[in-house]
């Protein structure tokens, strides 16, 4: 099984940089996925979400939890973060995700999959107690993951979005037809073949 992905971003309308920011790594057969939404917007969101890019570089190999807990250590300081994390394991069909606040996760799957993000945000106060989802995923199925400046509306959407689509199409198409331009927007799409 391999994993085909991309993703499209841009800033809010008026901005030189986004407080978004995004990252797809393999290890291990494994590919770690995080979509990042610094507080906020301009250099101080940017600062909070490259925090958070670094950090999860660091600890790839680490449980989701711990990458977690170790980004909500790193951004103290910074304006936080939101973020969600999702690991594919595709020898196994092995899908985790843990998400912290208002980014967003779509599966685009023959079984019912809904992962959900704890309210809260990396950098401030108390972390949420963290939840992580486990799944089994079939070939073909497509993992959408977004920031809140993409309308989820896209959702409903059956026309331009479909299960197993060309990754990098689909997240060109997503933010083009869905992004708003009041926020930042990013989407990462992921395809098992
Ligand atoms: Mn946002």
Known sequence: MTIRWGAA???????EVSGDAYLVIEHNGSTLVAIIDGLGGGAEAARAAIGAVQTVESYVHRPLKEIMERCHTALHGTRGAVMGLLRLSPDSRHASYMGVGNTGIHVLSAQTIKPISRNGILGHRQLPSLLELNYTYDHGDTFILYTDGISTRFMSDTGHIRRGDDPEALAA?????????????????LTVD
């Open 173 to 189: 198409t997503l933010l083009k037809q869905y992004g708003k331009t009041s926020d930042d927007a990013t989407v990462v799409v």
């Open 9 to 15: 971003a841009r800033p809010k309308q008026g901005q």
